[in-house]
């Protein structure tokens, strides 16, 4: 169905560590989404590229999340600084962003926990 | 902001039988995507429309973003359908994200 692929598959970090996601996104599309889905099935979005460039983010990723999308390598997602309230899973989505079919597919996430 | 309300939280359906999930939205959106989340946690697309209804096999969706609403119908439901299921949206206006429902936990049993 997918083909975005996201490792690793699990994290596990202490407090105060840096947690690193990768994305490769399908192959052709040049928007990259980051959400974060939470144990109650909650999504929130994080951030989203196209290409290399950053279109929208919330406060959160300014703050204390790095993330890019450099061409010729996986976009990433980094946590400078992990919290217990950072466990969950990390959903990398991509699309074409055509007018005619902004449809998003999803890897498989990557399930961090902050112990 | 926008919101999108999904219902019904929880669905128990009998092998055979079906039923409707429903995505109210608050605000116009131009498409929705459903989405059924597998027993290994991951999304698997289902429809996406930017209006009317599409069909596939047994699920079957619709769209009106004038009536800000859309809907996926399962008939003759299978065990395999068991899972969550979750509508997002597309807002017409602004910013260019998906805003996710809470999810349908459907079970079907035998």
């Known amino acids: 169905n997918s083909k975005v692929i996201q490792t690793p598959r699990y994290l596990v970090k202490g407090q105060g560590q840096k947690a690193k996601m990768r994305c490769i996104p399908e192959k052709g599309h040049p928007v990259v989404f980051w959400y974060q889905q939470n144990k109650n099935n909650e999504f929130k979005f994080l951030i989203n590229f196209q290409n290399q460039e950053v279109l929208q983010q919330i406060d959160m990723t300014e703050k204390r999340f790095s993330a890019e999308c450099p061409s010729n390598s996986p976009c990433s997602l980094e946590i400078q600084s992990s919290e217990a309230g950072d466990s969950a899973l990390y959903l990398c989505a991509s699309s074409h962003r055509d007018r005619g079919n902004e449809r998003l597919f999803f890897g498989h996430g990557t399930k961090l926990s902050v112990l | 902001g926008d919101q999108v309300e999904q219902s019904p939280s929880a669905l128990s359906l009998h092998e055979g039988t079906g039923s409707a999930l429903r995505c109210n939205f608050t605000t116009t959106m131009r498409a929705v995507q459903w989405f059924r989340k597998n027993s290994r946690g991951s999304l698997i697309n289902l429809f996406y429309?930017?209006?009317g209804t599409k069909e596939n096999g047994r699920l079957k969706s619709a769209f009106d973003s004038k009536e800000r609403y859309s809907t996926l119908h399962i008939r003759d439901a299978q065990l395999e359908d068991s899972g969550t299921y979750f509508c997002a949206a597309v807002a017409s206006s602004g910013s260019w994200q998906l805003i996710f429902g809470s999810g349908t936990q459907l079970t079907v049993m035998p």
């Open positions: 429309l930017a209006s």
